[in-house]
Antibody, heavy 118, light 108 residues
Framework: EVQLVESGGGLVQPGGSLRLSCATSGFAFSAHFMDWVRQAPGKGLEWVGRSKNKANTYNADYAASVSDRFTISRDESNDSLYLQMNSLKTEDTAVYFC?????????WGQGTLVTVSS | EIVLTQSPGTLSLSPGERATLSCRASQSVSYNYLAWYQQKPGQAPRLLMYAASGRAPGIPARFSGSGSGTDFTLTITRLEPEDFAVYYCQQYGSSPVTFGQGTKVDIK
């Protein structure tokens, strides 16, 4: 069974940094593309970025709104995906989800809440 | 970037009625990687359909997806009380991944 568990969310001041983690199990971690998606309070779903698979050297793509501030990485030793968020803005306040696409079917974690506020 | 346009914005129906939700893409969706999600307040999105017509595990048969290329449809044959929610489509075949703005299905 695919499991994705996000952690690392919390309250941070504008301009601060936070690193989110997504612990995974139940699938071949290096073989699949993985995404970060967020949802601001009362808003729709917004894609943050994608980590391609090992065959694509884990290259990452980002939404324009975060491309110069966020970095996605992976650690094969513990099958975890990360989202390093720098220079945070109030508009980054959202629940952040990690998503894996296995054979054309997305699986989502339950999300972790990031609040950017002074 | 592929823009997804969902229609209608709100669908007001009664339990037992049929719901037809549309998702139109500005360009062809790669691999027909088009998903539908249901979301209720305070909950994470729930995957209903993937790859346009694949039903996710545990999803009732009254939900079905169809379409290819740029036009996709989610159909709920007979609405149950628990089906009143917001529905999103998503294309995940190419970066940037994009979502529709959502269709709210509410009780008439």
């Amino acid at each position: 069974e695919v499991q994705l568990v996000e952690s690392g969310g919390g309250l941070v001041q504008p301009g601060g940094s936070l690193r989110l983690s997504c612990a995974t199990s139940g699938f071949a971690f290096s073989a699949h593309f993985m995404d970060w998606v967020r949802q601001a309070p009362g808003k729709g779903l917004e894609w943050v970025g994608r980590s391609k698979n090992k065959a694509n050297t884990y290259n990452a793509d980002y939404a324009a709104s975060v491309s110069d501030r966020f970095t996605i990485s992976r650690d094969e030793s513990n099958d975890s995906l990360y989202l390093q968020m720098n220079s945070l803005k109030t508009e980054d306040t959202a629940v952040y989800f990690c998503v894996v696409n296995i054979n054309g079917r997305p699986d989502w974690g339950q999300g972790t809440l990031v609040t950017v506020s002074s | 970037e592929i823009v997804l346009t969902q229609s209608p914005g709100t669908l007001s129906l009664s339990p037992g009625e049929r719901a037809t939700l549309s998702c139109r893409a500005s360009q062809s969706v790669s691999y027909n990687y088009l998903a539908w999600y249901q979301q209720k307040p305070g909950q994470a999105p729930r995957l209903l359909m993937y790859a346009a017509s694949g039903r996710a595990p545990g999803i009732p048969a009254r939900f079905s997806g169809s379409g290819s290329g740029t036009d996709f449809t989610l159909t709920i044959t007979r609405l149950e009380p628990e089906d009143f929610a917001v529905y999103y489509c998503q294309q995940y075949g190419s970066s940037p991944v994009t979502f529709g703005q959502g269709t709210k299905v509410d009780i008439k």
